[in-house]
């Protein structure tokens, strides 16, 4: 059973626009959630997290917006450009077991 | 540099042979953890452990087996046991504060032949 739900799948934005990426999760007990960007052949590397007491975090040109009753969290990667091109993962974990689940991930592709 | 360096980036083997993938931190992190990730499947817990000699097995521990002889060591090995093994192996580490950042290697692409 997936516990976080990411979409979409594949995303191809053009160079300055905005590229926006979905998370559903049903377990409330989770308290922390990171998002993940991802090189082809590296490894996942933090960009961004959120806990649920704020409803939007930023950071440059990478915001998280949180919805708590809906249990939704969505990347949006303003002005986006070709180096934004990988993929990104959302996750969610919780206080109790350092326990981190992942989303399946989004590739996101950046024309020039 | 502190970072989490895993060995060896690309392996080969024929089906029926275990084989062990090296993880180790030099970040000081209590927890390490071992996951797979497969195309449109995400990351995929296998193994973690929050202190030397113990761990827990996670979603898809099955054909799998870890130790944590050292704080800096984790290793994984693939047993034949593991009906489809070929994939990306990704090691992590967090430091055992809430919430803990998941520092991650840069993967071993295990191949069976």
């Known amino acids: 059973q997936q516990q976080v739900k990411q979409s979409p799948q594949s995303l191809i934005v053009q160079k300055g626009g905005i590229s926006i990426i979905n998370c559903a999760y049903e377990n409330t007990a989770f308290d922390y959630f990171p998002w993940y960007q991802q090189f082809p052949g590296k490894g996942p590397a933090l960009l961004i997290a959120i806990r649920p007491d704020v409803s939007e975090k930023k950071e440059g040109r990478f915001t998280i917006s949180f919805n708590k009753s809906a249990k939704q969290f969505s990347l949006h990667i303003m002005d986006s450009q070709p180096g934004d091109s990988a993929t990104y993962f959302c996750?969610?974990?919780?206080?109790?077991?350092?326990?981190?689940?992942f989303g399946t991930g989004t590739s996101l592709t950046v024309i020039p | 540099d502190g970072g989490i360096t895993q060995s060896p980036k690309y392996l080969f083997r024929k089906e029926g042979q275990n084989v062990t993938l090296s993880c180790e931190q030099n970040l000081n992190h209590d927890a390490m953890y071992w996951y797979r990730q497969d195309p449109g499947q995400g990351l995929r817990l296998i193994y973690y452990s929050q202190i030397v000699n113990d761990f827990q097995k996670g979603d898809i521990a099955e054909g799998y087996s870890v130790s944590r002889e050292k704080k800096e060591s984790f290793p994984l090995t693939v047993t034949s046991a593991q009906k489809n093994p070929t994939a990306f192996y990704l090691c992590?580490?967090?430091?055992?504060?809430?919430?803990?950042?998941?520092?991650f290697g840069e993967g071993s692409r295990l191949t069976v032949l």
């Open positions: 992590a580490s967090s430091p055992m504060i809430e919430p803990g950042e998941l520092f």
């Open positions: 996750a969610a974990s919780m206080n109790t077991g350092n326990q981190f689940y």
